[in-house]
């Protein structure tokens, strides 16, 4: 809501009509004899290899998925093999003229991508490049498989790498481009500028547009393309990527050489299929793909429809959607028609298709008519195709022999390996090098200034609470520590809804707008699936990003996001990939079911998430700098009802120099022998409480442990208390049921059966919707429901009436009745 745009109802009631321009479709109509003058003989020729090289490859993996053999060589593999046999000059026409600065994002069908990028990019380099990118990639572990006993030239070496590193992949291999634990779907190499391919359909829609953001952000050479399926037009990621993509502050606020679209092109494989529903026609409405574009902006996203069969009209769109990147007018849409042969899978009967319909695109094959038009121009002689045939059957053939071998190319001996791989652990201060831009000196920012005059410990001298006014709160620790990290990194940025001028939704950014360029900190669409997805690609590429979910609630919104990709490319990559994104999510109260809960237990179900819950501003200061600090993804979560909250625990203050809490080690913030609470969020307060009632009434003292991380977590300090208690009850504000508080509680149990002297004790939150505002005493864990449980479940306390049942018979029937 910047002020600077004036909405002028004048001018937005006046009667008109939006119009459209014409969309292009198979424009290009040049043959091989007509482009003679624009590519070498040998260039024609490579680009028939390339076609070849990927025909041959998946020929190979579709008779192994099939009949168990190639070439008399019998292999069982029985992981996917999404083929894109018929897609070749697609494909290739793609990678064609994009260098190893140009990045692809690819779908679960992307070996071929992967092959003619690979190859457009051996095409590129010189010796002297490819042989240090071979023998840096892990060590040169793959370099010195394929070199071994070969006396080709380089150029010929690395087409070995490229073939060996990806079939080695596919097939599980430790020796892959990662280590085998991205596998067919999931495939890259970054070195040649192939990013991660990716499994759910549309998956790479918003991340490839987070690559380009990181382009634009950090001042990178280059473009993006995302390789999408025409079905996948049907999903949130690419739609939300795509009014990413298109915003218009882009050209209207961002500033300087930062002003302008981002380089990015949404290419869609159009193989006129999405498994076993024809898009158009039967499951999509758009008739051709290109017409989504006229949709998106005035620029129509520059659209238009392709011949993929042709590889030259490919290149032909490609040469000149660059120069529409380069003048920053992207984002760009194009439709490359295409066409497979074969099933969604090898299992795929292609059932849904007549076999007239495939007999008739294959008479028009897209290698078969590229090598007639080669000949037919002079260009070459059939011997010399046939030459290449077999030359890349004796390659492929002799890979395949290379990745099967155990011996050469064993599989993960000790798959405990992939654990460590969850996390890089790393420490790193600035992923720039450049100076961060700012707008003014860090002392010299407004809210730095008025937070200088606040006190960073809630209590005077005589105990007495400063007003809230003067207090160092919560929201001022997190707002400390991202400032302070904009100020070092240049390349972190944040965005969300309203993060901007508003200061964001709870006043946490207040105060950044004043020190930070449009394009370090801005507001993104109400579209949460785009904002993670973009922050996935951005620091996959090599960024730190801050991407803000509003509210708890919307994480739905962004699901695949967070459990799909967020926590599963550094593993999958083989730890190529780091992924330093840190998720702000406000854990809300007051509005009701859609806009309440605490939904930390899904996303710490998730491997390769780290989950903090501060609820302290001395806490929240100290992981949110750990969290920066580091190179793992975390989603940091925030109560709304403590933003406002003082120090006071930690005795001198909030420090105001740097300083960092490891992430996983809960705290004890009060001290007692008799049972030991323990805490997530804002219910540490409620506990706290509930133990001043405990010690005032019946002379219990409580130990009172603040978890403040969910993943990674150290049992140690609270297995310590329990020894010392003997009782333990462990609370927070999420639904008891299916709570990560009952995976504490399990672990608790196994780890101090020895020293319990009562059953461990789960206080969430009712299992029903969120109630609103003046219900949600009900509903929240409240200071008595822990008197309540320690009477019913732990001891009886003398003559307490509870107010809340916990006993066995009432929690089978909530049980029984879903509540």
């Not at 010392?724 to 999420?734: L, M, N, Q, R, Y």
């Amino acid at each position: 809501m910047p002020k600077v745009q004036t909405i002028d109802p004048k001018k937005v009631r006046r009667p008109g009509f939006v119009e459209f321009r014409p969309i292009p479709v198979n424009q290009y109509q040049k043959s091989v004899s007509d482009e003679r003058g624009n590519f070498t003989n040998d260039e024609f020729h490579a680009i028939y290899h390339d076609m070849v090289l990927i025909r041959e490859f998946e020929t190979m993996l579709n008779l192994i998925k099939t009949k168990g053999e190639y070439n008399g060589t019998p292999y069982n593999h029985p992981g996917p093999a999404h083929l894109s046999i018929g897609q070749e000059s697609a494909a290739v026409g793609m990678a064609w003229t994009l260098s190893v600065d140009d990045f692809i994002f690819g779908s679960h069908r992307s070996h071929g991508e992967i092959l003619a990028k690979g190859m457009s990019a051996i095409h590129k380099l010189d010796d002297i490049q490819l042989t240090k990118i071979m023998e840096n990639f892990f060590e040169g572990a793959i370099y010195e498989i394929v070199k071994d006993g070969f006396e080709g030239t380089v150029k010929e070496l690395a087409r070995r790498f490229l073939v060996y590193g990806t079939l080695a992949e596919i097939f599980a291999r430790k020796t892959g481009f990662n280590r085998g634990l991205g596998g067919s779907m999931h495939a890259f190499f970054t070195p040649f500028g192939v990013y991660p391919n990716n499994a759910i359909v549309g998956g790479s829609g918003d991340i490839a547009v987070g690559a380009a953001l990181y382009k634009k952000v950090n001042r990178k050479h280059g473009i993006v393309v995302a390789n999408i399926g025409d079905a996948a037009m049907a999903c949130g990621p690419v739609w939300e990527g795509i009014t990413f993509a298109a915003m218009d502050q882009f050209r209207e606020l961002w500033e300087g050489d930062m002003q302008g679209g981002l380089p990015v092109i949404i290419n869609i494989m159009n193989n006129q299929y999405g498994m076993g529903g024809q898009t158009c026609g039967e499951t999509m409405g758009y008739d051709i793909a290109a017409r989504i574009g006229a949709g998106v902006n005035p620029d129509q996203m520059h659209a238009e429809r392709v011949d993929g069969y042709n590889p030259l009209a490919v290149i032909d769109a490609y040469k000149r959607k660059r120069k529409v990147l380069e003048d920053k007018k992207g984002p760009v849409l194009l439709d490359v028609l295409t066409y497979r042969y074969s099933g969604h899978s090898p299992s795929d009967a292609s059932s849904y298709r007549t076999k007239e319909e495939v007999e008739a695109w294959e008479r028009q094959d897209c290698i078969k008519g590229f090598a007639q038009q080669m000949i037919e121009a002079g260009v070459s002689f059939q011997s010399d195709l046939d030459r290449i045939n077999e030359d890349i059957r004796t390659l492929v053939n002799e890979m395949f022999l290379l990745s099967i071998d155990d011996k050469i190319s064993p599989r993960m001996e000790n798959p405990d390996i992939i654990g460590d791989m969850m996390f890089s652990n790393g420490s790193v201060d600035s992923f720039s090098e450049n100076e961060p831009e700012v707008l003014l000196p860090l002392e010299e920012n407004p809210r730095v200034k008025r937070i200088a005059g606040k006190e960073r410990f809630a209590f005077d001298a005589d105990g007495k609470p400063f007003s809230k006014m003067k207090q160092y709160q919560l929201r001022d620790g997190i707002f400390e520590a991202i400032i302070d990290r904009f100020y070092k990194d240049g390349s972190l940025i944040a965005y969300g809804e309203e993060c901007r001028d508003w200061g964001g939704a709870f006043a946490v950014y207040n105060g950044l707008t004043e020190s930070l360029p449009y394009h370090r900190l801005f507001n993104s669409p109400i579209s949460e699936a785009s904002i993670v997805g973009t922050a996935i690609g951005y620091a996959m590429c090599g960024g730190r990003v801050i991407p803000e979910i509003m509210y708890c609630d919307f994480i739905g919104r962004a699901g695949d996001e967070i459990f799909n990709q967020l926590p599963k490319w550094q593993a999958m990559s083989g730890n190529v990939l780091k992924m330093p994104v840190v998720v702000r999510v406000s854990v809300g109260s007051k509005y009701g079911a859609q806009h309440s809960q605490d939904l930390t237990s899904l996303v710490a179900h998730i491997p390769g998430i780290k989950v903090c819950f501060p609820a302290t501003p001395y806490d929240a200061k100290g992981l949110m700098n750990a969290a920066l600090q580091g190179t793992d993804p975390v989603i940091f979560f925030e109560s709304q009802r403590i933003y406002d909250i003082g120090e006071q625990f930690h005795k001198n203050g909030v420090p105001k120099e740097y300083y960092e809490i490891q992430l996983g080690e809960p705290d004890i913030k009060r001290s007692g022998d008799d049972i030991t609470f323990l805490t997530v969020g804002y219910t540490l307060y409620q506990a706290l409480k509930a133990a001043d009632v405990l010690k005032e009434k019946y002379g219990m003292s409580a130990e009172v442990i603040d978890a403040r991380s969910l993943v990674p977590f150290n049992y140690e300090k609270v297995i310590e208390s329990v020894k010392k208690t003997g009782k333990i009850i462990i609370a927070g504000d999420a639904t008891s049921r299916g709570s990560f508080l009952n995976d504490f509680a399990t672990n608790i149990s196994q780890l101090a059966f020895d020293y319990l002297d009562a059953p461990v004790s789960v206080l969430g939150s009712r299992n029903w919707i969120t109630p609103a505002h003046e219900l949600e005493e009900a509903f929240f864990p409240q200071p008595s429901w822990f008197l309540d449980m320690i009477h019913e479940r732990i001891q009886p306390l003398k003559g307490y009436i509870p107010g809340q049942n916990f006993t066995d018979g009432e929690l089978i029937k909530r049980s029984k009745k879903g509540i």
